[in-house]
């Protein structure tokens, strides 16, 4: 079946600029996540939804990055006024349930997003 | 404090050899999962394997090995038999069930290189 999708595969956009990034979560995955990967580092947790409950935001790093998932299914990551260190790769992932045991979360390919 | 540590930036292994990757969590949770990913130079996230803390076996996926050592906190990957298609980042990752966070923390990777 379909894996996670995101668009676009790569940004690149001025300072000052907004961008907007979307994620397309497996289908019946109720549990939806974003990350950040900065150049040779690790991933780092931004934001997750989990059906209809209030998203957990604890890792957005400011105010300028929001994010929003309709009716359940894609959600879409908006940078305002982005700043040169917002340059990254911005992966999606997503779960069946949000929690248990194992609950793999499977990966997108990710966007590149370049801020000049 | 880093709740993941991977402390090899970098490692070598010769092909058809083992090799194993570190990696140490901090956490105060008694339930928690330990993840590893493999990360290709395409970039998408693999999942390879799980092991929970009230395991009580060590996790085997094939070629892969979780060594779980719950006292010291250490959780780390064994790959038999190495092979050039292994070379990648590897990421351990975290789950903390107890707090109710269902986002993974990821530590900083190590970059693995097959040698022919």
């Known amino acids: 079946g379909a894996g996670v999708s995101q668009s676009p595969s790569n940004k690149v956009t001025e300072k000052g600029k907004d961008v907007e990034l979307r994620c397309d979560p497996i289908s019946g995955h109720t549990a939806l996540y974003w990350y950040r990967q900065s150049l040779g580092q690790g991933l780092e947790f931004l934001i997750y939804f989990q059906g209809n409950s209030a998203p957990d935001k604890s890792g957005l790093p400011s105010d300028r990055f929001s994010a929003e998932r309709t009716g359940g299914s894609v959600s879409t990551l908006t940078i305002q006024r982005t700043q040169q260190e917002d340059s990254a790769v911005y992966l999606c992932a997503s779960s069946l349930m949000g929690g248990g045991a194992v609950d793999e979360q499977f990966f997108g390919p990710g966007t590149r997003l370049t801020v000049l | 404090a880093q709740k993941i540590t991977q402390t090899q930036p970098g490692m070598f292994v010769q092909e058809k050899e083992a090799v194993t990757l570190d990696c140490t969590y901090d956490t105060s949770d008694q339930s928690y999962g330990l993840f590893w990913y493999k990360q290709p130079s395409s970039g998408e996230m693999i999942f390879l394997i799980y092991?929970?803390?009230?395991?009580?076996q060590n996790a085997t996926e094939g070629r892969y090995s979780l060594n779980f050592q719950k006292a010291r906190k250490s959780a780390n990957l064994v790959i038999s038999a190495s092979q050039l298609g292994d070379s990648a980042m590897y990421f351990c990752?975290?789950?903390?069930?107890?707090?109710?966070?269902?986002?993974?923390?990821f530590g900083t990777g190590t970059r693995l290189t097959v040698i022919p």
């Open positions: 990752a975290m789950r903390e069930a107890q707090t109710g966070a269902n986002n993974l923390f």
């Open positions: 092991q929970g803390s009230y395991d009580e």
